[in-house]
């Protein structure tokens, strides 16, 4: 995110009464422009993605939270803020944490004495969501219950240890990957209160602003508690603004201002060539969004898919000078940032003593190296000066290493010839009230980069050679819908199905929670499949090996006995899941007793059993959210629900009972639940450690529970009893090793972040879709089946300008002793021992396969073993640079 | 109908969703104009602390 | 050991004859009384060179990289332990080896057994448990139980963990209840002693390198004490270097270290060079239930990452 | 390591290994302040250091 300041035109004194214009004056890079005016441009485009996001719901109007009233009762938002390090409070958490640090009206001043640090804090969950009687948000905003949780862990690491937290909530939604975990750890490991109640009301007491709260506790008695601090857990609301815009390009919005969506094609809206992502799409959180950000691009790709690479520019490259054997002649270029660093270091001082260095040709302070200026200016000095090394003292190469590499690359030097050091992070920011010592420290880490430049040599990066057809590894919804986009935009792709047929679990199905017909729109995509003169299918098929790495994997496979090979540049991995089958509630014993995919059978075929049911009861978590399998299955809840209403519908007067531990029907699936209730389904909810005993007496099938309202065991007679069982990985350990791709605990493949990585694999060149990930319903399924075609898509795009990095390791086989360490240590399988050659048996590092980490550098005992970039003697002089007194 | 494709998309929204799908579509080789109504792009996520479950700074 | 040495011979003259390997690897008289050298034997009629007694201190496992064909090799206990190690670390493979295993029944400690005499001893015998000396001013009769090296007195494998053929009956294992009693008082000393202790143990060192030059997992083609770029240690005798050099060699041998004690064997200064190498045998068998040379399927543990291992001294 | 160094007579607090990522900036500061903290309080250390005089 760019840190950049902006002007408020509504308030700016000198737009608005042309006085001031003090910041013009004081802006060292002249960046202030006051004439600038609102523009309008025409721009001309193949396809639009609308993502416009969310506002969090503004809570003024709940006049039983007393938002707008209390200064001690924020939004979780503003919770957000006073954790972050860099907000209002610096991350410590104290009460009115909205009033200034240093209030200046009177009355403020007066409440901020009372300041404190607070010893008791309540989330109260659902502001804003799942509510129809204070706001017309009927939905559920799937975020809200996991950010509380955060929220209150944090907050206690951020207090130390007496910190009592506490979420007030209906029901606890954690459905996704890991959060269940993260939810019970809460409780186990962080001791935060989880309350099941609506709070009725809140009041204040007026001399110490601390907050009383009443509540019905689960016994039904009227609780009063205080705290210090109530968090609001707004939900995601779809502003006014969007849903104006949305009217004006013409798409069709669901009652409550999200798009309308089709399952099957998650990411398109009514309007062709529009495309929505994010929160827009349905309330989500962040993987989902970049599910969808990904999503968006395939399909809006594949409807370009023709006029790919016809606006794209690409950039001239520099021929590179030749400096290996020069006597090194370094740069040192020292940035100000403004006052950044200047206002603490004297950075005059510190570019004189730069130049006093051995091999230091030329130093130079600049206000911004950064800027556009100082970039040409640096060529031009690199140029004129015959400098073949580069040392910048400036801010984090974390976000410029790349930025000033170019400008090296511009005036043909190598890119690793270029050592940065941050005298702003590490120095200015951290000793701003010592700014001797801070200079002082300066000079040292301008010593220690250019000690260390010195030994730089110029690095080669390898050029990977992309074979440009894909394998996808299952052929179900995910799997075929991403190599169906990537068919689309060109390129050769083969699915492997191990069964003989394509689509997978959702044959399975009867019907989306949206209510569309699961056969035909899967029959139609297996069609459109097939038809694809892009795509092969391999039925009947399975991966014996793979081998090799991106942009050249080999695999053996077999089809019928009969074993061929295929070579490819990319895969994906689609293999799904499969569901649970129940070891308890008698399953297996009673044919009345099924499982949800059994029911949807019935649906399917209209089984006339069905017409003589009079009572139904579902029970939810058989298999999920229990010790030995603690995910939650994310789907099962809007499942049965769906099951319920449509045997409601068939027959209003059936007796439908769904016993549940919290019903979690995340986004819009919330208004089934409404609906459900609304026929008369009876909601039954259970503890984990008091489940349902099912009883088969003579022919009448028995469900015993206790009842959360009535705290009384109630006995059902039913007719058929379906279990929610759970949704469970393949696990498929050879797979995993196949690519060298890691599986969590539970069996299910581990992405490459959780949040920014969610469809792709850390092993570059190997892409993840469906419930091989995490359980998901269809349209989750297809769109990270999307999501992984356009990730993939990216590399395939830029084949002919894939590059290893150049800091890597390398051997020198000469004190190699063969001892194989480096071999066994490394995670990503870079060293082998050469099979020819003249340093046959020796180590040797495959340069694509190598991510530079050092683990086979630190432990070869041989010396043998070298890190590029960062060489053992480059870090050596750094260290005795950095012993030497100035 | 033969109209001539135009290879670039208009995105609009500069939060993380709409970034990441600008950044995409730039990377397979399409060009993007990408619309934000604020001053910075960044969205809801960049005013977050931290994310769950791996307490990773949104930053 | 007569019978041993009478095998071993028969052994070796058969696997020569039939061409089965083109050397032998063992041990033959030296030429002070109570000294043996490793030898190489690649003719028949030399098979008579071959001996076996309390004497063959050193390590064979150290002699049998960089040949070509295949060869035969003596193995004790720990010799054997060294030759899973080299196996493992891709340094020979098995089929390249002949394994001719000698259940050990101990080394002697020369030093002390010449520390019983003023002159130099002038003849060496044994007969099972008896070592006779003799000198020119005098005779000892000795019990050999007495006299055993220290690592040999706690040797918990004397039977060779990998043989082909085997020269005798396998002997009895002894288990300890304290295998590292040396290890276990240093580590009850305050800092400081420690310290001390380590100091005076180093004093004499005259960086030969015979311990490095002696250890068989000692076999990196350039050690980084003789590296210059970078220079990881000072190559003279300043203390610090001394001490540095016996720490980071002894941390190269972690988890691969056998104590067969040719390190102490080979030191002409008598320094029991152990003293470091034990501490990590220690540790490594109680964070990772490891002994070094068991399994020819295992790395050692600090080759490899497993979930399991130990991160309690991550703070 | 710290096993070994400790075991020659250099004390335990001198050796320190921590995980931190990159986003637990408080982590980083604690840490480097609690071994600071421990190794001022052991004073300096002569031992495995040159003596260049």
């Known amino acids: ?886 | ?59 | 050991m007569d019978t041993y040495i009478n095998k071993i011979r028969e052994l070796s003259l058969k696997l020569l004859k039939k061409k089965e390997v083109v050397k032998v690897i063992g041990f033959t008289k030296g030429t002070l009384p109570m000294a043996t050298s490793p030898i190489a034997i690649s003719l028949e009629q030399d098979v008579e060179k071959l001996i076996f007694n309390s004497t063959c201190g050193l390590n064979l496992a150290n002699y049998i990289r960089n040949h070509k064909g295949k060869i035969a090799v003596i193995a004790k206990g720990c010799d054997s332990r060294n030759i899973i190690t080299h196996i493992v670390e891709n340094q020979i493979p098995r089929e390249q080896l002949h394994i001719i295993g000698v259940p050990c029944k101990g080394m002697i400690d020369k030093t002390k057994v010449a520390s019983l005499f003023d002159d130099d001893i002038i003849e060496f015998s044994e007969d099972n448990d008896t070592l006779l000396l003799k000198s020119s001013s005098k005779e000892e009769r000795l019990n050999k139980q007495d006299y055993l090296r220290e690592n040999c007195k706690l040797c918990m494998h004397k039977n060779p963990v990998i043989y082909d053929d085997l020269v005798g009956d396998l002997v009895d294992e002894q288990t300890l209840d304290t295998p590292y009693p040396d290890v276990e008082q240093i580590e009850n000393m305050d800092a400081d002693t420690k310290w001390q202790h380590f100091d005076k143990l180093t004093k004499n060192c005259i960086r030969c390198y015979a311990c490095r030059n002696a250890c068989p997992i000692c076999y990196c083609p350039t050690c980084f004490v003789d590296e210059s770029g970078p220079q990881w240690v000072g190559k003279g005798q300043d203390k610090t270097d001394v001490n540095t050099f016996h720490f980071l060699r002894a941390f190269h041998c972690a988890g691969r270290c056998t104590d067969c004690g040719a390190c102490v064997e080979a030191c002409p200064m008598d320094i029991n060079v152990r003293d470091f190498t034990r501490k990590l045998n220690k540790d490594s068998f109680e964070l990772f239930e490891w002994e070094a040379g068991l399994d020819l399927t295992k790395r050692p543990p600090l080759d490899a990452y497993s979930p399991n291992d130990p991160n309690d001294f991550i703070k | ?53």
């Open chain 2, 1 to 59: 109908m033969n109209k001539q494709l135009i290879g670039s998309v208009v995105v609009i929204g500069g939060g993380i969703s709409g970034m990441l799908s600008a950044l995409d579509l730039a990377n397979s080789g399409y060009y993007v104009y990408l619309v934000e109504k604020g001053p910075s792009i960044g969205g809801v996520m960049a005013q977050l602390d931290k994310t769950f479950p791996t307490n990773d700074c949104a930053m």
């Open chain 1, 1 to 886: 995110m760019p840190l950049k300041y902006a002007i408020n035109p509504d308030i700016c004194l000198k737009l608005t009464k042309d006085k001031c214009g003090t910041c013009e004056e004081v802006c060292p890079a002249n960046a202030i422009d006051y004439t600038q005016t609102e523009e309008h441009i025409t721009i001309n485009a193949g396809s639009i993605i609308y993502s416009p996001g969310f506002t969090p719901f503004d809570p003024s109007k709940f006049d039983n939270y007393q938002y707008a009233n209390f200064p001690n009762v924020i939004t979780s938002m503003e919770f957000e803020r006073i954790l972050s390090a860099t907000g209002p409070t610096m991350g410590h958490v104290t009460t009115f944490p909205k009033l200034p640090l240093n209030p200046k009206k009177k009355k403020d001043k007066l409440l901020a004495q009372k300041r404190k640090d607070p010893k008791k804090i309540a989330w109260f969950q659902c502001v804003g969501s799942r509510d129809i009687n204070k706001c017309d948000n009927p939905y559920c905003s799937s975020v809200c219950c996991m950010y509380a949780v955060k929220e209150a862990i944090i907050a206690k690491e951020h207090a130390g240890g007496d910190l009592d937290c506490s979420i007030f909530y209906m029901d606890m939604r954690t459905p996704g990957k890991e959060f269940e975990k993260y939810y019970e750890n809460a409780k186990d490991k962080h001791g935060i209160n989880f309350i099941r109640t609506k709070v009725h009301s809140v009041t204040e007491n007026p001399e110490t602003h601390d907050l009383n709260i009443r509540y019905v506790d689960d016994f039904g008695q009227i609780v009063d508690d205080t705290y210090d601090m109530i968090v609001l857990s707004v939900g995601l609301e779809i502003s006014e603004e969007t849903k104006a815009l949305s009217e004006k390009l013409g798409i069709d919005l669901t009652s409550n201002g999200f798009c309308k969506t089709n399952s099957f094609e998650p990411v398109t809206s009514s309007r062709d060539g529009i495309y929505i992502s994010g929160v827009f799409n349905n309330p989500k959180d962040i993987p989902d969004s970049v599910l969808d950000a990904s999503a968006a691009a395939s399909a809006a790709g594949d409807a370009l898919s023709s006029a790919r690479d016809t606006l794209t520019k690409s950039v001239e490259k520099i021929e590179e000078i030749n400096v290996v054997g020069e006597r090194p002649r370094i740069g040192a270029f020292i940035c100000d940032c403004g006052s950044n660093i200047k206002g603490v270091v004297d950075c005059e001082a510190v570019t004189e003593y730069a130049k006093t260095l051995p091999y230091v040709e030329f130093a130079d302070e600049s206000m911004y190296a950064c800027s556009q200026d100082a970039q040409s200016k640096m060529v031009d000095f690199i140029k004129e000066k015959n400098l073949n090394r580069i040392v910048i003292a400036a801010c984090t190469p974390k976000t410029h290493e790349p930025l000033f590499q170019e400008t090296l690359a511009n005036s043909g030097l190598n890119k690793y010839l270029f050592e940065m050091t941050n005298i702003r992070n590490h120095n200015s920011w951290v000793h701003k009230n010592n700014p001797d010592i801070a200079t002082q420290k300066a000079k040292d880490l301008v010593r220690m980069a250019v000690a260390k430049a010195a030994l730089a040599e110029p690095l080669k990066e390898e050029k990977i050679n992309v074979n440009d057809s894909v394998v996808v590894v299952g052929g179900g919804l995910a799997g075929m819908t991403s190599a169906k986009s990537l068919a689309t935009q060109g390129y050769s792709t083969h699915i492997i199905e191990k069964n003989n047929q394509l689509g997978g679990e959702a044959h399975k199905l009867y019907k989306t929670a949206q209510g569309e017909d699961v056969q035909t729109q899967l029959n139609e995509l297996i069609k459109e499949v097939e038809n694809n003169d892009n795509i092969t299918v391999h039925c009947n098929t399975t991966l014996e090996s793979a081998d090799g790495f991106v942009g050249n994997f080999k695999s053996t496979l077999k089809s019928d006995d009969k074993e061929f090979e295929l070579e490819y540049g990319i895969a994906v991995l689609a293999t799904g899941a499969k569901a649970f089958v129940p070891d308890e509630y008698e399953y297996g014993n009673d044919e009345r007793i099924i499982t949800s995919l059994d029911l949807d059978k019935m649906f399917k075929v209209n089984d006339t059993k069905l017409d003589t049911i009079n009572s139904a009861v579902f029970i939810q978590c058989v298999g999920s959210r229990q010790p030995d399998r603690p995910y939650c299955s994310r789907v099962c809840c809007t499942h049965s629900i769906d099951n319920a209403i449509e045997l409601k519908k068939r027959n209003p007067k059936m007796n439908v009972f769904i016993i549940y531990r919290d019903i979690r029907t995340y986004g819009e699936s919330e208004l089934l639940y409404k609906e459900a209730r609304n026929l008369g389904v009876i909601f039954i909810r259970y503890e984990v450690d008091k489940k349902p005993e099912v009883t088969i007496k003579g022919k009448n099938l028995f469900i015993k529970v206790t009842d959360h309202v009535l705290n009384m065991p109630v006995e059902i007679k039913t007719d058929m009893l379906t279990l929610a069982t759970a949704i469970v990985p393949r696990k498929d350990e050879k797979l995993a090793n196949f690519f060298k791709v890691p599986l969590n605990d539970e069996g299910f493949f581990i992405e490459k972040h959780a949040k920014l990585g969610p469809a792709e694999f850390a092993t570059s060149g190997v892409f993840l879709a469906g419930s091989g990930h995490y359980p998901k319903p269809v349209n989750e399924a297809i769109t990270q089946g999307r999501a992984s075609a356009s990730r993939a898509l990216t590399l395939l795009a830029k084949k002919d300008s894939l590059f290893t990095s150049g800091i890597i390791a390398n051997v020198d086989p000469l004190k190699c002793s063969e001892c194989g360490v480096c071999v066994s240590i490394c995670p990503y399988s870079a060293p082998m021992f050469a099979t020819e050659g003249r340093f046959e048996g020796k180590a040797e590092v495959n340069p694509v396969l190598c991510k530079g980490c050092g683990l086979c550098v630190a432990s070869c005992r041989s010396g043998a073993l070298h890190l590029r970039g960062f060489d053992t003697n480059q870090i050596f002089s750094q260290i005795f640079a950095l012993g030497e007194v100035v």
């Open chain 4, 1 to 53: 390591m710290g096993n070994l160094l400790e075991h020659m007579g250099i004390e335990r607090d001198r050796v320190h290994f921590s995980w931190i990522s990159s986003a637990e900036a408080t982590k980083f500061v604690d840490v480097v302040k609690e071994i600071s903290e421990k190794v001022r309080a052991l004073g300096p250390n002569k031992k495995l250091v040159k003596d260049y005089n």
